[in-house]
């Protein structure tokens, strides 16, 4: 089983950054792909970026595209999210996820 941590959350204006970082442990496959979700209070959780394991093939969801930069370390076993330009909409617990497994999650609030 692979084990998740998140970190990085905050309360934060809108316009300003925010980076996450999730750090993986246990038995984690020997390749494997990384992502982040959120999930907005009385929402349903939703996909807001992913990345290979190489780190050369990213996906982003169009509400975040060219505003959010997803990256990893595999060295450090450690998947980020650099959230710049934050709008109050962006406030969610941001998930990462390996395979089926979920990390506890990190709260974001952007207040405009």
């Known amino acids: 089983q692979v084990q998740l941590v998140e970190s990085g959350g905050g309360s934060v204006q809108a316009g300003a950054s925010l980076r996450l970082s999730c750090e993986a442990s246990?038995?984690?496959?020997?390749?494997?792909?990384m992502g982040w979700f959120r999930q907005a209070p009385g929402q349903e959780r939703e996909f807001v970026a992913a990345?290979?394991?190489?780190?050369?093939?990213?996906n982003y969801a169009d509400n975040v595209k060219g505003r959010f930069t997803i990256s990893r370390d595999n060295a450090k076993n450690t998947l980020y999210l650099q959230m710049n330009s934050l709008k109050s909409e962006d406030t969610a617990v941001y998930y990462c996820k390996v395979s089926a497994s979920w990390g506890q999650g990190t709260q974001v609030t952007v207040s405009s």
């Open positions: 990345i290979n394991w190489s780190g050369d093939t990213t």
């Open positions: 246990g038995r984690t496959p020997t390749t494997y792909a």
